[in-house]
């Protein structure tokens, strides 16, 4: 029987997120009819490596957040020899820098937003980006600490509470709608659009908490949006050489009428498994349910080293 220790926890923001992600593949998993060995990551890596020794056959990577899908923990996964579900250290790292991946994407020529690093200082003398634009983390996930910042809004109250290092990622705000699409392999699962219940974008509440947000699966745009927006997810996922599974979000906007501007935010290396994530939803709408999703990773684990 092969023996799949679930990695979930971790050290970042998205600790809880993560371990309701890992609870769902435990219980998964187990159903799948593998052996499985729960691993609640902390602070202390030698307690994590005496975890994993003796090696397990695969790692299921159920983490999230910085050191879980910024490569740290895959770097760790390849020294010690052992397989482990999604992306690999490069494509981890990329993809969860948001200035790396935005530079990834233009030169794939796939269409960002507008935008650029700034420093704390420079962002509390002056905008950076004309009224109104968006303000967030380079290294984070989950919509962590992520800010829309209108006309007389107090960029020095933004800058003064900042907690995510000296830097933040300035972009253009793109009006209209938030789809997401779900890649596993070479294959683009559909595309849903999120309504976010309490706010005019999808933060970290309206992903996580009960009646937080409406997905509408397949969502309610023109054909050729929906073709464009699977297209550009497998080729966001091709040009970060992501492996397994990966999520790409969008901005739609059609405020001036259809087709509209489609707009790649970032792609997601470890997407959410929780109860109100999208991946899962996504597969189930193709035929494919839980338990297999997570087989379907297992079965893709690899070491490259």
């Known amino acids: 029987m092969t023996r799949v220790a679930v990695l979930y926890g ?3 923001n998205e600790r809880e997120v993560s371990r309701s992600s890992g609870q769902q593949c435990i219980e998964a998993l187990r159903q799948a009819g593998y052996e499985v ?3 609640e990551a902390g602070a202390d890596l030698g307690r994590l490596v005496a975890a994993l020794t003796p090696a ?3 790692v299921f990577n159920a983490l999230h957040g910085r050191f879980g899908e910024d490569g740290a923990i895959q770097g760790v ?4 020899g052992i397989p482990y579900t ?3 250290v490069l494509a981890s790292a990329l993809a969860m820098d948001k200035a790396a991946a935005k530079a990834v994407f233009a030169a ?3 269409p960002v937003a507008p935008g650029r690093v700034v420093s704390l200082p420079e962002l509390a003398e002056a905008d950076p980006l004309p009224p109104p634009y968006v303000v967030k983390p380079v290294n984070e996930g989950s919509s962590v600490g992520v800010e ?3 006309a007389g809004a107090n960029r020095a109250a933004i800058a003064a509470g900042w907690r995510f290092g000296t830097e933040a990622m300035a972009e253009e705000f793109i009006p209209g709608r938030e789809l997401t699409v779900g890649v596993m392999g070479d294959r683009a699962l559909g595309v849903t659009e999120i309504f976010a219940q309490s706010n005019t974008f999808y933060d970290y509440r309206s992903k996580y908490a009960p009646q937080g947000s409406r997905h509408l699966l397949p969502a309610p745009v023109p054909a050729e949006v929906a073709a464009r927006a699977m297209e550009i997810a497998l080729e966001a996922h091709r040009a970060l050489g992501c492996h397994g599974a990966s999520r790409a979000d969008f901005r739609y906007d059609d405020t001036r009428g259809e087709p509209g501007r489609l707009v790649l935010l970032e792609v997601n290396t470890q997407p959410g498994m929780t109860p109100t994530s999208l991946l899962p939803e996504q597969a189930a ?3 494919i349910d839980f338990p297999a999703l997570c087989r379907w990773l297992v079965e893709q684990a690899r070491c490259r080293a």
């Open 56 to 58: 397990p056959d695969v």
């Open 148 to 150: 829309i910042v209108t």
């Open 10 to 12: 971790g050290i970042s």
């Open 86 to 88: 999604h992306s690999g």
């Open 108 to 110: 794939a020529g796939l």
């Open 37 to 39: 060995t729960p691993v």
């Open 77 to 80: 996964l390849e020294w010690m």
């Open 285 to 287: 709408a193709a035929g």
